[in-house]
Nanobody
Framework: QLQLVESGGGLVQPGGSLRLSCTGS????????VGWFRQAPGKEREAVSC????????NFADSVKGRFTLSRDNAKNTVYLQMDMLKPGDTAVYYC????????????????????WGRGTQVTVSS
């Protein structure tokens, strides 16, 4: 069964950090673009970032540039989203997804190009 599982969410104070993990089951993440998305209450799902395959191209939403980074651990079949300097506006459910597309800083990240989604992990930034 193909599956993506997110973990690492939680409650953190403004200015704090969290590292989210996206682990694949039945799917080798190093062969696919992996995207991160988030959805806050009452808002539409928005793209946060994506990580390409070989070469490691990335794309970050303007709202998270300079604060969030991506990495892979192929041995663990896991992609990480490191989130630093968190703000209350980052509060949302975060989802990872496998893309049938490519990732590039010049190309918008489109949710409809992602065909396998995890169930999400809650991130709450509050004092």
């Amino acid at each position: 069964q193909l599956q993506l599982v997110e973990s690492g969410g939680g409650l953190v104070q403004p200015g704090g950090s969290l590292r989210l993990s996206c682990t694949g089951s039945g799917v080798l993440l190093d062969r696919h673009v992996v995207g991160w998305f988030r959805q806050a209450p009452g808002k539409e799902r928005e793209a946060v970032s994506c990580l390409g395959t070989s070469g490691g191209r990335t794309n970050f939403a303007d709202s998270v540039k300079g604060r969030f980074t991506l990495s892979r651990d192929n041995a663990k079949n896991t992609v990480y989203l490191q989130m630093d300097m968190l703000k209350p506006g980052d509060t949302a459910v975060y989802y990872c997804a496998r893309g049938s597309t490519f990732c590039d800083a010049t190309v918008p990240v489109r949710p409809d190009r992602y065909n396998l989604w995890g169930r999400g992990t809650q991130v709450t930034v509050s004092s």
